[in-house]
């Protein structure tokens, strides 16, 4: 099972807003540069987080996006499911194959199905402030995450 760039690339921009905790909404190419991805295929995953609200923009001079809700109201299910194209990590390839009519008894389909389950169930009981307080193991975080606080509150006054 392998969730796409956009769900890795969402995740590690709803982090860093949520790290730097800020007032303002934070540009989009300061995100980009911060967790090292391109801005142009960042923006597709930020409009679909705003479309999920998990995330709230501002156009113009004072523009940016902004968490809608606090790090702890945000799962990583939440993430991931606003910028996948679909919910399913795995999907069975039954007609490709042609085992339709074994498919509802396949022990792989079954096996991988309750992998999935027990997947999104750890990515919606985690949340962007576990992810915050986690032990970074003698490593450094990304700059501009440093002294990262859980519970961020998200800005106040911006809209989608």
Known sequence: MKLTMSSE???HAVWFLAASNRAEPVLSSEIAGTICVSETY????????????ILSSRK????????????????????VSACEETG???ECSTEIRGCVELSPNCP?????????????AELRKTSMAD????????TKPLHGMEGVATGSQPSQGVSS
């Not at 113009?60 to 993430?79: F, H, M, P, Q």
């Not at 096996?111 to 999104?120: F, G, T, V, W, Y």
């Open 108 to 120: 792989v389909r079954g096996a991988l199905a309750r992998a999935q389950e027990a997947m999104i």
């Open 88 to 90: 399913a990590i795995y």
């Open 42 to 53: 960042l923006i597709k995953v930020l409009k679909r987080l705003v479309s999920a609200r």
């Open 9 to 11: 690339m969402g995740i």
């Open 131 to 138: 992810l915050m307080a986690s032990d970074w193991g003698g």
């Open 60 to 79: 113009g001079k004072n523009g940016g996006y902004a968490l809608r809700r606090t790090s702890a109201e945000i799962s990583l299910w939440d993430v």
